[in-house]
């Protein structure tokens, strides 16, 4: 397979620093897949053309990451992170994906180039700290956001903990939950806890099952039903994807159907995607296989899925985004060197994953700490990927891809 790179009008430099990170903590080896390394040729991507990177929002005293973005009917972008204390200003030698302090926050543009300076809280969890806001308008206006949280617990409240419960960074998981706003995220409602899925083990804090979760995007389907694909603990170390829905914006939850399960490979991260034709697509990330990204589908519109089955490359997580010409713009972190950000361009089914180009956005990632991209429509022609990144491994920032895509 071709892999297609686009040369920025700079000289890129990197520095190459070991580190495997997965957010929900599993990370595996699976002697089942044998992938190979992949290599990189220098061509022209016909058709794409890379126009700048981009800086939204960096300051070193915090992590900021996990991005997600909108185009709000004026067309005001609006953009949600994840930021917290960068530990280093306290001392501490490392700072992780879980923080007392972690919070969303977010920030607007009305070109994609020019941003806000200080990030407006979206919300502050009131027994933790957040993680990975995700972001979905829907046609009436309205904006979801998903999160999940982590509960730091004294050591005389851990020996009390019903059990099994999932245990990350010193902090307990708190399971998901989301917001909604009716004023283009001015406001946002008071938090919804989707129900319990009933592969989830695991027990919160407070001594409930823990309520359904994931990090990646969520889907109005034609219909308006919101479809949402959680990821779920069945078992110690294991994680599957199951489907929601909801048929009134959110405000209630309904189990559809598993989408990944496994007994060696973990599934979680999962963005979901309907197609012109009403297929229902997950892109899945996965743990314990080689970093493939993998592809589920269903044709009876999320009642039942095929056998996922790998698309033949690594990168987590992905996202996907239907151009104007109805093609699927897919985009992931690659979290091996040359670290950095990567794109496909899909027919509008998705059939032909297997042998699109891929698209290398950039490769001068400091660490393998960068990702989690989504990409929003600027114009007919424009495309911006945001994501978080880092250089020299320094401090993560939340960045930007801005691309031109024709046909």
């Known amino acids: ?211 359904a979760y994931n990090r990646g995007a969520l889907y109005e389907g034609m219909s308006g039903r919101i479809f949402w694909a959680v990821a779920a603990s069945h078992a110690p170390g294991k994680t599957s994807v199951h489907l929601i829905n909801s048929d009134d914006k959110g405000l209630t939850w309904n189990y559809s159907a598993p989408v990944a399960v496994d007994d060696k490979i973990s599934f979680n991260e999962t963005s979901v995607y309907e197609t012109p034709k009403g297929d229902i697509l997950a892109f899945l990330r996965t743990a314990g296989y080689e970093d493939q990204a993998c592809i589920a589908r269903s044709t009876d519109g999320g009642k039942t899925f095929g056998k996922w089955e790998s698309m033949g490359f690594k990168g987590h997580p992905l996202n996907a985004l239907r151009l104007p010409d109805k093609r699927v713009l897919i985009t992931y972190g690659y979290r091996h060197k040359p670290f950095g950000i990567r794109a496909r361009i899909l027919n509008e089914e998705c059939t032909d994953y297997a042998t699109a180009p891929e698209i290398i956005l950039r490769e001068d990632g400091g660490s393998g700490d960068i990702g989690y991209t989504w990409p929003v429509q600027l114009d007919k022609n424009r495309v911006l990927v945001v994501y978080y990144f880092n250089t020299y491994n320094s401090t993560k920032y939340i960045a930007g891809t801005i691309l031109k895509i024709s046909k």
């Open 1 to 211: 397979m071709k892999k297609l790179r686009l040369i920025p009008a700079f000289a890129i430099c990197f520095l190459v620093v070991s580190l495997v990170n997965n957010t929900f903590g599993i990370i595996g080896k699976n002697n089942r897949a044998n992938f190979p390394d992949q290599h990189f040729v220098k061509d022209n991507v016909p058709g794409v053309q890379k126009i700048r990177d981009i800086i939204i929002y960096e300051d070193p005293e915090y992590y900021s990451s996990f991005p997600s973005i909108v185009k709000r009917p004026n067309g005001e972008l609006f953009l949600a992170f994840r930021r917290a204390p960068n530990r280093k200003v306290f001392g501490e030698r490392n700072t992780s994906h879980v923080d007392p302090n972690s919070y969303l926050v977010s920030l607007r543009s009305k070109d994609g180039e020019n941003w806000t300076k200080n990030p407006e809280l979206i919300y502050a969890h009131p027994f933790g700290g957040s993680q990975d806001p995700c972001l979905l308008q829907l046609r009436d206006g309205t904006i979801l956001c998903t999160s999940y949280g982590w509960a730091f617990v004294r050591p005389d409240g851990m020996e009390n903990l019903k059990k099994p419960y999932f245990l990350a960074g010193g902090a307990v998981f708190l399971g998901g939950y989301l917001l909604r706003s009716k004023d283009g995220g001015r406001q946002w409602g008071q938090a919804i806890y989707p129900p319990h899925i009933e592969p989830e083990i695991n027990i919160n804090p407070m001594g409930q099952p823990v309520p």
